[in-house]
C-alpha cells in the first residue's frame, strides 16, 4: 500500500538559515511526488512535483526538493528561510498504478516556524 | 480567474441535520476530489471523481454522500450519520490521469453545534 511519512510534527529555524523538511514515501511502482503548503484557514498551495527527470526539482516561493530513491525520500528544502515561509507543510505521493492507487496520499504534514 | 471555489466558508450544523458543502472547478479538470483535515492527522480521502457520473469512496467515506452531474462541480452532504463532522472540508481537483497536481479550493469549515 501507498504511504507517505513525515516524521518531524515541527520544524524550527532561525530566518537566513537553511531548511529542510524531511519526507520518505512507499509505493509499488515508480512515484509521482509533490510538495504542497498551507497557511491557516486555506487552501494548499502547491510549490514542486517530481514525476521523472533530474532528481533536484525547484519550485515556488525558492524551495526545492531532491528525489532519492535509494533512500524512498523526497525532502524540500531552501537555502536561506524566510519568516513568511512559516506554514504547514503537506508531502504526496501518488502511485501511477490507476485506479484507486492515481489518488494522491498525503504526509500528516510538518509544521515549519521561521524565527527573526 | 481559473481555479476552484468552494462555499461557504465556514458552515455551523445542528445534531441530525445533513448539510452540503459546494466546490465549482472552471480549470476543466475531470479528477474533483473532498478530502477532511483534522488537527495532526493530515488530509484523509472522503470520496472522488474521475468523470462525470461516476464517482468512488475514498478511505472515510461513511457518513457522506457525493454527486457528480457536471464536470464543474463535485458537492459534499454530510449526512447526519457523519457522527463526527466538525472538520475542515477541501476540495480539489486535477488532470485524470495522475501527472499533474491537484488544485485545491480554500476549503470550509464546517462545526457542529
Known amino acids: 500500500a501507498q504511504s507517505v511519512a513525515q516524521p518531524e510534527d515541527q520544524v524550527n529555524v532561525a530566518e537566513g538559515n537553511p531548511l529542510t523538511v524531511k519526507c520518505t514515501y512507499s509505493v509499488s511502482g515508480n512515484p509521482y511526488l509533490f510538495w504542497y503548503v498551507q497557511y491557516p484557514n486555506r487552501g494548499l498551495q502547491f510549490l514542486l512535483k517530481y514525476i521523472t527527470g533530474d532528481n533536484l526539482v525547484k519550485g515556488s516561493y525558492g524551495f526545492e526538493a531532491e528525489f532519492n530513491k535509494s533512500q524512498t525520500s523526497f525532502h524540500l528544502k531552501k537555502p536561506s528561510a524566510l519568516v513568511s515561509d512559516s506554514a504547514l507543510y503537506f508531502c504526496?505521493?501518488?502511485?501511477?498504478?490507476?485506479?484507486?492507487?492515481?489518488?494522491?496520499?498525503f504526509g500528516k504534514g510538518t509544521k515549519l516556524s521561521v524565527k527573526p | 480567474d481559473g481555479g476552484i471555489t468552494q462555499s461557504p466558508k465556514y458552515l455551523f450544523r445542528k445534531e441530525g441535520q445533513n448539510v452540503t458543502l459546494s466546490c465549482e472547478q472552471n480549470?476543466?479538470?475531470?479528477?474533483m476530489y473532498w478530502y477532511r483535515q483534522d488537527p495532526g492527522q493530515g488530509l484523509r480521502l472522503i470520496y472522488y471523481s474521475q468523470i462525470v457520473n461516476d464517482f468512488q469512496k475514498g478511505d472515510i467515506a461513511e457518513g457522506y454522500s457525493v454527486s457528480r452531474e457536471k464536470k464543474e462541480s463535485f458537492p459534499l452532504t454530510v449526512t447526519s450519520a457523519q457522527k463526527n463532522p466538525t472538520a475542515f472540508y477541501l476540495c480539489?481537483?486535477?488532470?485524470?490521469?495522475?501527472?499533474?497536481?491537484?488544485?485545491f479550493g480554500q476549503g470550509t469549515r464546517l462545526t457542529v453545534v
Open positions: 480539489a481537483s486535477s488532470i485524470e490521469g495522475g501527472l499533474g497536481e491537484a488544485f
Open positions: 480549470l476543466n479538470h475531470d479528477a
Open positions: 504526496a505521493v501518488r502511485d501511477p498504478g490507476g485506479g484507486s492507487q492515481g489518488n494522491l496520499i
